[in-house]
């Protein structure tokens, strides 16, 4: 299980709702096992290692360093369990990128 961030702790403040709600999504996250971190792209492309990835995860994707419009970031393949692969659709960019798997 995943321990949760202060800064998504602080999403129920932010968002605010009640003490109580803010308590089930603390509850919800603590239980749900996401995985966060910087992956560097090379030639447009990086696989993930990732124990936490399904089938059924969501990848959250943004761009750390500077990319042009043509490279825009996909999750390109997933491998439950083991890994999932960041590509960009030119194929180009040795960008950093930030995820977030839930």
Do not use: H, W
Not at 31 to 41: M, W
Request: glycine residues 8%; charged residues 10%; contains cysteine.
């Amino acid at each position: 299980m995943g321990t949760v961030p202060q800064s998504v702790q602080r999403l129920g403040e932010g968002l605010n709702c009640s003490r109580e709600t803010r308590s089930d999504l603390t509850n919800l996250l603590q239980n749900c096992p996401f995985q966060s971190g910087k992956a560097t792209l090379s030639s447009g492309t990086v696989v993930v290692p990732c124990a936490a990835i399904t089938a059924n995860s969501v990848v959250i994707l943004s761009a750390m360093s500077s990319m042009t419009a043509a490279q825009n970031l996909y999750v390109s393949a997933i491998s439950a369990g083991v890994s999932f692969t960041i590509t960009d659709v030119a194929g180009t960019s040795s960008a950093v990128v930030g995820y977030l798997v839930i």
